[in-house]
């Protein structure tokens, strides 16, 4: 039998020569399925890698001809996209290590360049603005030209959005110590970012009637309350609910960011009621019973387009979309999920547990109503014991328990949305999306989300964001530039009970 060691050499020769034998052929014949090429060094010595390169990234015209040199073929990028599909997990590390560290900068014409300008201070402003404008122009990678001219062949922008999740994965699993890594990916955001500006995108209702292919991946993309079948799906596209896409025309049939919006008459204050309802799912709208429009779920389908502001825009064309349909409507309001407060209590429970200070979370008689729910042996530390019930998510069986722990995790929860911070913002990333937009953190729900999901992220609790139409401009840019959360008097008292009983 070969050796694993032998088999993959055997593998690597394949494909290598398989690509050696195709490397002449134009791409539209090679096709580039589901080839794998891989890095080894030709007959010259040099690998396949840097001959792609050395074909692919055309040097930066001189300053001079920079409007004036032609395009290169279209079969470039195509030899490019295709050669980059074909390569193997471990190859496009090392693709993209040598594309942002060989065909980036010209290092040394920026210092020459950089210096010419420190000698021209003294002279005209003319003559100081075209050293600028020199200076300004060598600080463009090669590979920016190369993604531009990606972009302009047929699913060349698509190309490039998974091309930067792969980019981000990279940096997230740091399986590159290249530091030009982290410039290849801000120079393709910045791209990304003009490619969608929100006056590009095209605001979509999506409906029953919309095309079987959309209303899969609507399903698909889901990531908030996952759909369970076509009956629900039908369900959330059908009467008194609402679901809205951004489309880009370089992606026709790919959703960017999905909203799903619930038309009630009052603000929700639990999921259950949104997307396990079927009573509404033959009848027909009564337009006094619809109030509040509830944004429960807003999902990015895309990873590479991770940091460009999609979801913002979304929800403020929604809100005028829905205004102009129901010109009565008054109350604008997500319902948000929590993520990450459950691993964030646990860690809060070992660090008071260290710290001896178990008991300051809880009031004696509240520590005392968790034992007697518990029926716990005496020499269970208590801390210990909550932190299992939290873990397991047994609590929720008992009602004793559940009222005893109320009090407890909404004001833990609502220190967690409030009080936790990165960087002097929202810790939660949802959040932080939220308030950003202007939103006010209004009510948190208790037992909103009872499904195993929502248990096990949040303790089954929920958070109300409401967008106050006529303050959440205010409210951006006193989070924004202040770091000023807008919250609720029960938002606030909820804190100001964690803060009396943790002794903070």
Known sequence: MI???????????????????????????????SRRWCSAPSRSGTSVMEEILAR?????????????????????????????????????????????????????????????????????QATILQAEDRLRYSLTPRYKQLFSHVSRVEGGVKFLV??????????????????????????????????????????????WQSPCEILQKISQYEAVH????????????????????????AMPGEPLVVLHVALTEDISDNIQSIVREFATLDAEEDINKINSAIFYSISSTQAGLQGVELGNYLIKRVVRELQSEFPHMAQFSSLSPIPGFCSWLQGLLSQY?????????????????????????AGTPPVDSLRKLIATGEWTRSEKLCLALEPVLMRLCAWY???????????????????????????????????????????????NYRYFLNETTNNSVLYL????????????????????????
Request: aromatic letters at 8%.
């Open 353 to 377: 547990r260290k710290e001896g200070r178990g008991a300051d979370l809880l009031s004696e008689q509240e520590w005392s109503e968790v034992a007697q729910a518990l029926d716990s042996n």
């Open 417 to 463: 949305l409030y009080g936790e911070k990165r960087r002097g913002f929202a810790l939660n990333p949802v959040a932080n999306f939220h308030l950003q937009n202007g939103a006010t953190m209004w009510r948190i729900n208790w037992r909103a989300d009872t499904s195993p999901r929502g248990v096990a992220n949040s303790c089954g609790i929920m958070v």
């Open 162 to 207: 998974d091309l930067r999740a792969d980019l981000l994965e990279i940096l997230a699993s740091k399986a590159s110590e290249n530091p030009h890594i982290r410039d290849l990916n801000g120079t393709l955001k910045s791209l990304l970012s003009k490619w969608f500006a929100v006056g590009l995108l095209r605001l979509e209702r999506i409906t």
């Open 56 to 124: 692919v990234v055309a040097p930066l015209p001189s300053y001079e001809t920079r409007d004036k040199s032609p395009p290169p073929p279209e079969s470039t990028s195509l030899e490019f996209m295709n050669y980059y599909r074909g390569l193997e997990k471990e190859d496009k590390v090392d693709f993209l290590s040598k594309l942002s560290q060989e065909c980036g900068v010209d290092h040394k014409t920026v210092s020459e360049l950089a210096t010419k300008l420190l000698d021209t201070q003294r002279r005209d």
């Open 481 to 504: 530039q202040n770091k000023a959360v807008a919250a609720s008097e029960q938002v606030l008292g909820l804190v100001s009970q964690f803060q009396k009983n943790s002794k903070l």
């Open 226 to 249: 996952p759909v369970r079948n076509w009956t629900d799906l039908k369900r959330r596209v059908g009467p008194y609910r609402r679901c809205y896409a951004f489309t880009h025309a």
């Open 3 to 33: 050796s694993n060691p032998l088999t993959r050499a055997v593998r690597s020769r394949v494909r290598f020569w398989r690509h050696r034998a195709v490397f002449k052929a134009p791409p539209e014949a090679s096709g580039g399925g």
